[in-house]
């Protein structure tokens, strides 16, 4: 590894000479009360879609399986066809809930990456 000269300064927090403050930027952004009620939706919503994919995956590939495989989707038996595919289509889908309902949550609490002016945002 080259050597740095004196100009390029690395930050490390674990470093006495560079102590890691105390920040104060998420008390302005959000009140504690609010901070939990942030984070009791984003986990409401991560539970809610969690239990929609062990549903779908589990429950219809393979607990109801055997019920399911009189009906065919695309001319295979439905719960072969869930346990191959179905779960991994719900699982893309949920993915783009996910990131809708996210957006939608951080608007409501005000840390919304695109209110930011940031341009970071996706």
Do not use: C
């Not at 105390?22 to 302005?28: F, G, I, P």
């Not at 984003?42 to 109801?64: A, E, K, Q, T």
């Amino acid at each position: 590894m080259a050597d740095k000269d004196e100009t390029d300064t690395v930050h490390h927090h674990d470093n006495q000479d560079n102590p890691i403050g105390h920040s104060t930027h998420d008390a302005d952004v959000m009140s504690e009360t609010r901070l939990g009620d942030y984070w009791r939706a984003n986990l409401r919503l991560l539970g809610w879609l969690l239990s929609v994919w062990f549903i779908f995956s589990f429950g219809l590939g393979i607990v109801f399986a055997d019920t399911l495989d009189s009906f065919t989707i695309l001319g295979f038996p439905m719960g072969f066809w869930f346990a191959q595919q179905g779960g991994i289509y719900v699982f893309v889908i949920l993915i783009f809930v996910y990131v809708v309902r996210m957006r939608n949550i951080d608007k409501a609490f005000g840390v919304s990456d695109e209110d930011s002016g940031t341009g970071d945002a996706l």
